[in-house]
């Protein structure tokens, strides 16, 4: 697609449900990432792929949020349990790859998703 | 392990006043560094990026940014602001190519105010 599709926008959930999460990368990405946005925290970086591998998910807070990529395109961020900690909104963003990314631009630039914002009540 | 700090949390200024922000940054290699903003309700957009070369970059809307390596520090600036740079501005960093990790460290961002 033109642009890093993110759904849905808005969720609200209860303390304890399960949240999926979605993204639809740029078509020829072959990176893809997740990040986290709080008040005042920044973006944290949660995970990130290459193809279908993650060679970095260091940034996963704990067990109950876990992601997954197939078919190296759509990636599903997956949390469990949900906590009111968990409240944030979840970026995902895109790009070349480092490889690609140094071929064309010397610079692994990513394309940011407009988000998820997520609620737990 | 890389880590990006922003110094300036909230900036108020008045339309036509200069604007730096600060962001230092600690990593001892080969580093690729970039500003994002982020517009009220819109999502983060690419502001500039320095790779390799002439340590000065110039990016959208006026924007530039100066890499000093001795400082370990890559400060946003723009001559005049106007009302419209109002937004929230991220410094980032990465390992260069051939580094351990591909991923952008962002810092805490710093919200921009301008003033008509």
């Known amino acids: 697609g033109a642009g890093v599709s993110q759904s849905p926008s808005n969720k609200v959930t209860e303390k304890g449900k399960d949240v999926e999460l979605r993204c639809d990368p740029i078509?020829?990405?072959?990176?893809l990432y997740w990040y986290r946005q709080s008040l005042g925290q920044g973006l944290e970086f949660l995970i990130y792929?290459?193809?279908?591998?993650?060679?970095?998910k260091s940034g996963l807070p704990s067990d109950r949020f876990s992601a997954e990529r197939t078919g190296g395109s759509v990636s599903t961020l997956t949390i469990q349990r949900t906590q009111q900690e968990d409240s944030a909104v979840y970026l995902c963003?895109?790009?070349?790859?480092?490889?690609?990314?140094?071929?064309?631009?010397?610079?692994?630039?990513?394309?940011f998703g407009a988000g998820s914002r997520l609620t737990v009540l | 392990a890389q880590s990006v700090s922003q110094h300036n949390h909230h900036v108020i200024l008045s339309e036509a006043a200069s604007l730096e922000l600060g962001c230092n940054y600690s990593y001892g290699g080969t580093v690729n560094l970039f500003w994002y903003v982020q517009y009220p309700g819109q999502h983060l957009q690419l502001l500039l990026k320095?790779?390799?070369?002439?340590?000065l970059v110039k990016g959208i809307k006026g924007f530039e940014a100066e890499f000093i390596k001795s400082k370990f520090s890559f400060n946003l600036r723009k001559p005049s602001v106007q009302w419209s740079d109002t937004a929230e501005y991220f410094c980032?960093?990465?390992?260069?190519?051939?580094?351990?990790?591909?991923?952008?460290?962002f810092g805490t961002g710093t919200l921009l105010a301008v003033q008509p």
């Open positions: 963003a895109s790009s070349f790859g480092l490889q690609w990314g140094a071929l064309l631009s010397g610079a692994n630039v990513l394309t």
């Open positions: 078509s020829g990405h072959t990176a």
């Open positions: 320095y790779f390799s070369g002439d340590p």
């Open positions: 792929f290459q193809g279908n591998s993650a060679p970095d």
């Open positions: 980032a960093v990465n390992a260069g190519y051939g580094g351990a990790t591909n991923k952008l460290i």
